[in-house]
């Protein structure tokens, strides 16, 4: 079934097609899972499947670049393997996913990987690639990440600045990772809270008595991400490498994105769609259920102008992509925590959702066009993960993954009738303009008007190369013109002063550097006179004068002030 899918024929006619860039009346002829044509009266074989596109946009494939499948976090199994949750992604338009793959500490990255993709190839229906977290580091980490590259076809690393004792790198350890990065071409992910201050914040707020949701919130304000995303863009300048951070959720933390590149930086970041569209309100519900449902990190925040401000920054360029960190629980699996908010597991679902949401909220609220809609869900991704033009953009040669997007239909958010795991949706009730009609992927028709065709396993791993111009173009030149270089002088050939070592000769560990053991101390002393100038305490327990006899106590009979009959 599947061979017979991808060696389909398939024409899209009378539709708009809509890039980042510009947006053209023109009909796609499709075959052999790649886009042959793209224009007006193509001249096209007998056989093809027509799909009236009249009215209606052709999209790239959404890429969504964070999503969480067929594992266990925060000792919980996320409710979504590798064919549900590929399947949801389709049936919302979204062609190709990117698991992060999480190696327990001091554990292999290279097993790890090789353990999630053989979860993956069994399952998925759509192409995946696979970002690998690096929760620890040494040696054996730096060359695991050369061989994942070289040999694996994996070319983006995340690290941690929070979680700790968990996953959490030290400012040293990620300024090397980082180097490790730049050295083999990779995309630094980075998730930027203080994992210090965090883990003080958690303590504080129990100390206090607050156990539930809202302590999520008051133990990882804004300013612990702010500060840590400013640290990350220092660390990542210094090591010279790009910097592509992770689940921006706050007004502050993008801010200093906006100004980075305002001063050059190669900095890149990406939000979530809860980040975008909800605020931190919710961990103030009365239902703890429904509180404890919204809990991921960085938290919501609570600020109600936040949500608005960050899908701005997506319109403008400021922020590059949104993706849906899509890792559902149930309710049950979050109540481990319902007496402390600590051991709720961190993760909502939306990988079905994602591209709706952001055409309702971003769209038609005028934040953001249809060719800024496409790069922020699409082509911005494929640009920094090395995969474009082959995918987020409709051109002949690309691959053939595209979506029929129906701009003026519009459907209600449900959990009743979604595909993807969970028992919870955080968009209950909303009403979306934004359908997919039908989604393509690699030339087979996988989903047409809600209806699901595609067999399990289906989907292939897509090896990603390095060194992506769009962030190591700029760096390769810079490194060219800004080398450090060391000045040519003749060498110094005057006196060296000697370095007295004081607290040496205070010890009476042995002779100063230079001098003789028996030479005698600068300050001469008068026979029998002490010199009030020099302690007579020292920490060897004897004291300068103790050679001196000591004189007997005398009695003073007149001494200045009038008689006494003290010793003195």
């Given at each position: 079934?599947?061979?017979?899918?991808?060696?389909?024929?398939?024409?899209?006619?009378?539709?708009?097609?809509?890039?980042?860039?510009?947006?053209?009346?023109?009909?796609?002829?499709?075959?052999?899972?790649?886009?042959?044509?793209?224009?007006?009266?193509?001249?096209?074989?007998?056989?093809?499947?027509?799909?009236?596109?009249?009215?209606?946009?052709?999209?790239?494939?959404?890429?969504?670049?964070?999503?969480?499948?067929?594992?266990?976090?925060?000792?919980?199994?996320?409710?979504?393997?590798?064919?549900?949750?590929?399947?949801?992604?389709?049936?919302?338009?979204?062609?190709?996913?990117?698991?992060?793959?999480?190696?327990?500490?001091?554990?292999?990255?290279?097993?790890?990987?090789?353990?999630?993709?053989?979860?993956?190839?069994?399952?998925?229906?759509?192409?995946?690639?696979?970002?690998?977290?690096?929760?620890?580091?040494?040696?054996?980490?730096?060359?695991?990440?050369?061989?994942?590259?070289?040999?694996?076809?994996?070319?983006?690393?995340?690290?941690?600045?929070?979680?700790?004792?968990?996953m959490m790198l030290r400012d040293s350890e990620l300024y090397q990772t980082l180097q490790t990065c730049k050295d083999i071409g990779a995309i630094a992910r980075v998730h930027a809270e203080n994992g210090e201050l965090v883990a003080e914040g958690a303590k504080e707020a129990l100390e206090l008595g607050i156990s539930?949701?809202?302590?999520?919130?008051?133990?990882?304000?804004?300013?612990?991400?702010?500060?840590?995303?400013?640290?990350?863009?220092?660390?990542?300048?210094?090591?010279?490498?790009?910097?592509?951070?992770?689940?921006?959720?706050?007004?502050?933390?993008?801010?200093?994105?906006?100004?980075?590149?305002?001063?050059?930086?190669?900095?890149?970041?990406?939000?979530?769609?809860?980040?975008?569209?909800?605020?931190?309100?919710?961990?103030?519900?009365?239902?703890?259920?429904?509180?404890?449902?919204?809990?991921?990190?960085?938290?919501?925040?609570?600020?109600?102008?936040?949500?608005?401000?960050?899908?701005?920054?997506?319109?403008?360029?400021?922020?590059?992509?949104?993706?849906?960190?899509?890792?559902?629980?149930?309710?049950?699996?979050?109540?481990?925590?319902?007496?402390?908010?600590?051991?709720?597991?961190?993760?909502?679902?939306?990988?079905?959702?994602?591209?709706?949401?952001?055409?309702?909220?971003?769209?038609?609220?005028?934040?953001?066009?249809?060719?800024?809609?496409?790069?922020?869900?699409?082509?911005?991704?494929?640009?920094?993960?090395?995969?474009?033009?082959?995918?987020?953009?409709?051109?002949?040669?690309?691959?053939?993954?595209?979506?029929?997007?129906?701009?003026?239909?519009?459907?209600?958010?449900?959990?009743?009738?979604?595909?993807?795991?969970?028992?919870?949706?955080?968009?209950?009730?909303?009403?979306?303009?934004?359908?997919?009609?039908?989604?393509?992927?690699?030339?087979?028709?996988?989903?047409?008007?809600?209806?699901?065709?595609?067999?399990?396993?289906?989907?292939?791993?897509?090896?990603?190369?390095?060194?992506?111009?769009?962030?190591?173009?700029?760096?390769?030149?810079?490194?060219?013109?800004?080398?450090?270089?060391?000045?040519?002088?003749?060498?110094?050939?005057?006196?060296?002063?000697?370095?007295?070592?004081?607290?040496?000769?205070?010890?009476?560990?042995?002779?100063?550097?230079?001098?003789?053991?028996?030479?005698?101390?600068?300050?001469?002393?008068?026979?029998?006179?002490?010199?009030?100038?020099?302690?007579?305490?020292?920490?060897?327990?004897?004291?300068?004068?103790?050679?001196?006899?000591?004189?007997?106590?005398?009695?003073?009979?007149?001494?200045?002030?009038?008689?006494?009959?003290?010793?003195?």
């Amino acid at each position: 079934m599947a061979a017979n899918m991808g060696a389909m024929r398939i024409l899209i006619k009378g539709g708009k097609v809509v890039n980042d860039d510009f947006t053209q009346e023109a009909d796609v002829y499709i075959e052999n899972g790649i886009i042959q044509q793209v224009g007006k009266e193509l001249m096209i074989p007998g056989g093809a499947k027509v799909i009236d596109a009249s009215g209606k946009l052709v999209l790239p494939g959404g890429i969504d670049t964070c999503v969480h499948l067929q594992q266990t976090f925060m000792n919980a199994s996320i409710q979504d393997d590798f064919y549900s949750g590929t399947k949801a992604a389709l049936m919302g338009g979204t062609t190709m996913v990117m698991a992060l793959v999480l190696p327990e500490q001091h554990c292999s990255l290279l097993d790890a990987y090789e353990k999630c993709r053989a979860l993956a190839d069994a399952k998925a229906c759509c192409d995946y690639a696979l970002h690998v977290g690096v929760t620890w580091w040494g040696p054996k980490v730096r060359n695991e990440m050369e061989t994942l590259v070289r040999e694996h076809g994996v070319n983006s690393f995340q690290m941690f600045m929070a979680y700790k004792d968990l996953m959490m790198l030290r400012d040293s350890e990620l300024y090397q990772t980082l180097q490790t990065c730049k050295d083999i071409g990779a995309i630094a992910r980075v998730h930027a809270e203080n994992g210090e201050l965090v883990a003080e914040g958690a303590k504080e707020a129990l100390e206090l008595g607050i156990s539930g949701p809202e302590g999520i919130e008051i133990s990882r304000p804004e300013e612990l991400e702010s500060e840590a995303t400013h640290r990350a863009i220092t660390i990542a300048n210094r090591a010279r490498c790009p910097i592509y951070i992770v689940n921006m959720s706050c007004t502050s933390a993008g801010d200093m994105i906006a100004a980075a590149k305002m001063q050059g930086k190669v900095v890149h970041a990406e939000t979530t769609v809860a980040h975008a569209v909800l605020n931190g309100m919710q961990y103030y519900h009365q239902d703890w259920a429904h509180a404890a449902a919204h809990v991921i990190v960085p938290p919501l925040r609570l600020d109600p102008n936040t949500p608005s401000y960050l899908m701005g920054l997506l319109g403008n360029d400021t922020l590059s992509v949104v993706a849906s960190e899509h890792r559902p629980f149930l309710t049950k699996q979050r109540a481990l925590g319902k007496e402390d908010f600590t051991k709720i597991p961190h993760g909502v679902a939306g990988v079905q959702d994602r591209m709706s949401v952001i055409w309702e909220r971003g769209v038609v609220t005028g934040k953001m066009d249809e060719n800024r809609f496409v790069a922020v869900t699409s082509s911005n991704a494929a640009k920094i993960y090395n995969l474009y033009p082959r995918k987020g953009r409709v051109i002949p040669g690309a691959d053939a993954d595209v979506v029929v997007w129906d701009p003026d239909a519009t459907r209600t958010i449900s959990v009743s009738t979604q595909v993807q795991g969970g028992d919870f949706n955080l968009y209950e009730g909303m009403r979306c303009h934004g359908v997919p009609l039908v989604t393509i992927s690699r030339g087979r028709l996988v989903c047409e008007n809600g209806v699901f065709m595609c067999a399990e396993g289906s989907g292939k791993f897509y090896p990603q190369r390095t060194f992506p111009d769009f962030l190591y173009k700029k760096m390769v030149q810079r490194e060219k013109n800004q080398a450090y270089k060391k000045v040519d002088r003749d060498p110094y050939s005057g006196d060296v002063a000697k370095v007295a070592n004081a607290m040496k000769k205070e010890l009476g560990l042995g002779p100063i550097d230079g001098e003789s053991p028996n030479k005698p101390s600068g300050r001469v002393h008068q026979g029998g006179v002490r010199d009030l100038h020099e302690s007579s305490f020292t920490l060897s327990g004897s004291q300068v004068d103790d050679h001196i006899p000591k004189r007997s106590s005398a009695r003073i009979l007149a001494p200045p002030g009038g008689r006494s009959s003290g010793i003195w």
